[in-house]
């Protein structure tokens, strides 16, 4: 699956706002899919590459020996995940917002998993 097949994948979840392939290395954005004026995907890859810096450093820092798999960011009226990719020596992640009131976490995150296994960056 390319990328653009990855992206309109992850619009087909349930309460999917928006989506983004971004590399954490430079914080560029491969691909991105849905947002509205309150959701800047540019901006959102930008920001988040900074959070999944910091938490390899602070796995780095604590000797951890593991990977991330995903980081749950939950709002009030939302859910962020960010999905770094096995596959890309951890250097790329695929971000997605999903409408809390429409969404289902776990579902979610399952379809986040079968997206990775096909995707080829």
């Given at each position: 699956m390319n990328i653009e097949t990855a992206l309109k994948e992850t619009m087909g979840i349930d309460g999917a706002i928006g989506a983004a392939l971004v590399d954490y290395e430079s914080g560029m954005c491969l691909g991105t899919v849905g947002?509205?004026?309150g959701l800047n995907l540019e901006?959102?890859?930008a920001g988040n590459t900074e959070?999944?810096?910091a938490k390899v450093r602070?796995?780095?820092a604590l000797n951890i020996d593991d990977t991330v798999e995903d980081i749950l960011?939950?709002?009030a009226r939302q859910y962020h995940?960010?999905?770094l990719l096995s596959d890309s020596g951890g250097h790329i992640f695929l971000y997605l917002?999903?409408?809390r009131d429409r969404a289902n976490l776990a579902l979610a995150r399952h379809h986040l998993r079968r997206i990775e296994g096909a995707l080829t960056v």
């Open positions: 947002g509205d004026r901006v959102a890859a959070v999944v810096r602070t796995l780095a960011i939950t709002l995940i960010i999905r917002v999903l409408d």
